[in-house]
């Protein structure tokens, strides 16, 4: 079955430590994206990449990097420096400029 | 700049009943997309619709329904004969249209839609 994975769903994380999600897709898409969705709001963009070693910041990058050296993945670093990092983290591809479509998430919670 | 308003945070209804989710957008760009997702409770996004901004039809699809209106820049959905299983948060959403192998999705704050039995 095609369609995109995250890892882990939820994730509990010290503060001062750097935590990374996963996220692998199998649709053969080029693009990647990644979301932060905090409670009663709306998903906020963290980074996306276009192609294999690209990617370019979103609206609220401060305190996370990603990479990718494959097509198929896409991991998020939140870093120390991220002051707020609890949310909820989506991932998701599209082909082109076509819809996105979204792993099922991983809830991250610092402690 | 653009922007996706959904002034409705909370709507309950009780099944078989119509409901209209509204949205509202902004922006300055002649051509782009506008689209719904469903977030059930599991927190998956899931897609219903794209419409292109040049494509004013109304589209109908089983019990769900979206009005496309330009000249009050809105993008209404409507589920007929609401079910339990309908129950969620919607989000409407914005993107231009680059030409590039992205499209950067500028999201509402989202409804959520409780249906009681």
């Known amino acids: 079955d095609g369609g995109i994975t995250q890892s882990p769903k939820y994730l509990f994380r010290k503060e001062g430590q750097n935590v990374t999600l996963s996220c692998e897709q199998n649709?053969?898409?080029?693009?990647m994206y990644w979301y932060r969705q905090d409670p009663g709001q709306g998903l906020r963009l963290i980074y996306y990449s276009q192609i294999v070693n690209d990617f370019q910041k979103g609206d609220i990058a401060e305190g996370y990097s990603v990479s990718r050296e494959k097509k198929e993945s896409f991991p998020l670093t939140v870093t120390s420096a991220q002051k707020n990092p609890t949310a909820f983290y989506l991932c998701a591809s599209s082909y082109g400029g076509n819809e996105q479509f979204f792993g099922p998430g991983t809830r991250l919670t610092v402690l | 700049a653009q922007k996706v308003t959904q002034a409705q945070t909370e709507i309950s209804v009780v099944e078989k009943e119509d409901v209209t989710l509204d949205c509202v957008y902004e922006t300055r760009d002649t051509t782009y997309y506008l689209f719904w997702y469903k977030q059930p409770p599991s927190g998956e996004l899931v897609f219903l619709i794209r419409?292109?901004?040049?494509?004013?039809q109304n589209e109908i699809s089983g019990r769900y329904s979206w009005n496309f209106q330009k000249s009050t820049s809105s993008f209404n959905f409507t589920i007929t004969a609401s079910q339990v299983v309908d129950s969620a948060v919607y989000f409407c959403?914005?993107?231009?249209?680059?030409?590039?192998?992205?499209?950067?999705?500028?999201f509402g704050t989202g409804t959520l839609l409780a249906v009681q039995p």
């Open positions: 649709l053969n898409h080029d693009a």
């Open positions: 419409r292109n901004s040049f494509d004013e």
């Open positions: 959403a914005l993107s231009e249209v680059t030409g590039g192998a992205t499209n950067k999705l500028i």
